[in-house]
Nanobody
């Protein structure tokens, strides 16, 4: 089973930006998708974005489309989530997933 590790979370003011990273312990076999989810306090885990291998096309949740961008770096087995124009409602623990594997999460806090 592949191991995933997220990083890049932190505290930012509304309107600011953060870039999250998710490093996989090995390259997965094509075709596959890697995804970002988030979980806010008291809420369930929700989908944020996903990127497809091969091809690199992406899907986004409605409330992040136009503000977040998912990308990948194949040689580094890494997926990124560029988050711009952050809002307080984006505050959550962000997780990456690949198949049945999940990372430990990284906290994003957006202050108003």
């Amino acid at each position: 089973q592949v191991q995933l590790a997220e990083s890049g979370g932190g505290l930012v003011q509304a309107g600011g930006s953060l870039r999250l990273s998710c490093v996989a312990s090995r390259r997965a076999f094509n075709p596959y998708t890697m995804s970002w989810f988030r979980q806010a306090p008291g809420k369930g885990r929700e989908f944020v974005a996903r990127i497809y291998w091969p091809g690199g096309s992406a899907d986004y949740a409605d409330d992040v489309r136009g503000r977040f961008t998912v990308s990948r770096d194949d040689p580094k087995n890494t997926m990124y989530l560029q988050m711009d124009n952050l809002k307080p409602e984006d505050t959550a623990v962000y997780y990456c997933s690949l198949g049945n594997s999940w990372g430990q999460g990284t906290q994003v806090t957006v202050s108003s």
